[in-house]
């Protein structure tokens, strides 16, 4: 199994900007296609973004369009979530996820096509 650890999370101001990683366990990352999701507090876990095994294409939930980009370094077994134009409605426990499905267009939106999960770091944006 991949363990995934999360980490750069914290305290911004709305406007601010933020980038969170996450390094995967292993000789493997380049085998998994890799998502970011996250809670709000008193809601469901949802879909924040996506990249391919290979880093060459991501897609992100509509809100998240234009503001956060994701990365990958495969040689470093790390992912990223940029953040940017930080709002007070992103304060969110932000999880990294890894799959080793094929995904058709859409498919990786779903929390049961991801395999393994990180513990979460909190991001909170104050107004």
């Known amino acids: 199994q991949v363990q995934l650890v999360e980490s750069g999370g914290g305290l911004v101001q709305a406007g601010g900007s933020l980038r969170l990683s996450c390094a995967a366990s292993g000789r493997t990352f380049s085998s998994y296609a890799m998502g970011w999701f996250r809670q709000i507090q008193g809601k469901e876990r949802e879909f924040v973004g996506f990249?391919?095994?290979?880093?060459?294409?991501?897609d992100y939930a509509d809100s998240m369009k234009g503001r956060f980009t994701i990365a990958r370094d495969n040689a470093k077994n790390t992912v990223y979530l940029q953040m940017n134009s930080l709002k007070p409605e992103d304060t969110a426990v932000y999880y990294c996820?890894?799959?080793?499905?094929?995904?058709?267009?859409?498919?990786?939106?779903?929390?049961?096509?991801?395999?393994?999960w990180g513990q979460g770091t909190q991001v909170t944006v104050s107004s």
């Open positions: 996820t890894a799959s080793t499905n094929v995904f058709y267009s859409g498919t990786y939106t779903s929390r049961s096509r991801y395999d393994y």
């Open positions: 990249i391919s095994r290979s880093g060459g294409t991501t």
